[in-house]
């Protein structure tokens, strides 16, 4: 037997703290969207002209809600 949860995930920018997105799924289109609001955002910390999965991850902080 195996209980079904859903999992939504919080991404947040890790220099701002602002929620970018609650999302199901983290893809390709997602990352895209983290990245282009790290490199807005945390300009201290620029992101490389082609940064890698890692080098954008690094800059957001995702958390999972658990479904209630
Ligand atoms: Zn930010």
Redesign the pocket.
């Known amino acids: 037997m195996s209980e079904r949860r859903w999992q939504v995930f919080v991404v947040r920018?890790a220099?701002?703290?602002?929620t970018?997105m609650t999302t199901p799924l983290i893809g390709a289109v997602e990352i895209k969207q983290f990245e282009d609001?790290?490199r807005s955002?945390?300009r201290h910390d620029p992101l490389p002209e082609s940064p890698t999965l890692g080098e954008v991850m690094r800059r957001v902080r995702v958390g999972v809600v658990d479904p209630a």
């Open positions: 920018c220099s701002c703290e602002k970018l609001h790290v955002c945390a």
